[in-house]
């Protein structure tokens, strides 16, 4: 499990100004959100083999509180991260976890949250949109699909027999902020796979934990 948590993180992009392009917007949005250095991304993933929640608490650059619940009823497993350190615990008490699983943790932090994203999303500007009570700007990108490993061309396409997933960014006027993160696939808009909603929070602290002793 401690291999599966490498990957659970942010999906990473000031109102929206004229002359830049839907792309842009999306990206001063989520740079404006770093720039907060506190924020929490609760999150619900659903996929064939179930539903997964988890919340991230963010103080940035280098400090994360993981928690991940696997089904509805199931144990709390949490990590943290400070640095080049990290410690989990899956229910027994909290421990150490070796260097090399830290130090690639903590890359990934760096790479997904602290930092821009190396890859690109080409975003469109949807406009206005209600949800849930309030109207937030709208932006949608196709996510660019996997390669099978037996795949013969390198890179990410869309066949006749896949279909891609689309994200939707809602972004809050007022605040220039990201508020939710939704990903569906193209073809049922109404079933969320992915669903992240964002919150900052500058009283968070992250410390690090007490470790059992052995």
Do not use: H
Request: with cysteine.
């Amino acid at each position: 499990m401690r291999s599966g948590l490498v990957g659970l993180f942010l999906l990473i992009g000031a109102p929206a100004f004229a002359g830049e392009t839907c792309k842009e917007q999306v990206d001063a949005a989520f740079a404006k959100l770093r720039g907060e250095k506190a924020f929490r991304l609760e999150t619900t993933i659903k996929n064939t083999d179930g539903m997964l929640k988890m919340k991230a608490d963010y103080v940035l650059p280098d400090r994360m509180r993981q928690t991940v619940t696997l089904g509805g009823d199931g144990v709390p497993m949490e990590m943290v991260v400070i640095g080049r350190k990290a410690w989990s615990n899956q229910g027994g008490g909290w421990a150490e976890l070796p260097q090399n699983f830290a130090d690639k943790v903590a890359e990934q932090i760096k790479e997904t949250v602290a930092e821009a994203p190396k890859v690109a999303t080409d975003y469109k500007c949807i406009g206005d949109k209600d949800f849930e009570g309030k109207t937030y700007a709208l932006y949608q990108a196709a996510l660019a699909m996997p390669l099978s490993a037996d795949a013969k061309d390198k890179g990410p396409r869309v066949t006749a027999m896949s279909v891609p997933n689309l994200q939707n960014v809602y972004i809050d006027r007022t605040t220039g902020l990201p508020v939710r993160n939704i990903v569906t696939p193209v073809t049922d808009p109404n079933k969320r796979l992915y669903d992240g909603t964002f919150s900052v929070d500058r009283d968070l602290t992250i410390d690090p934990p007490s470790v059992s002793a052995n």
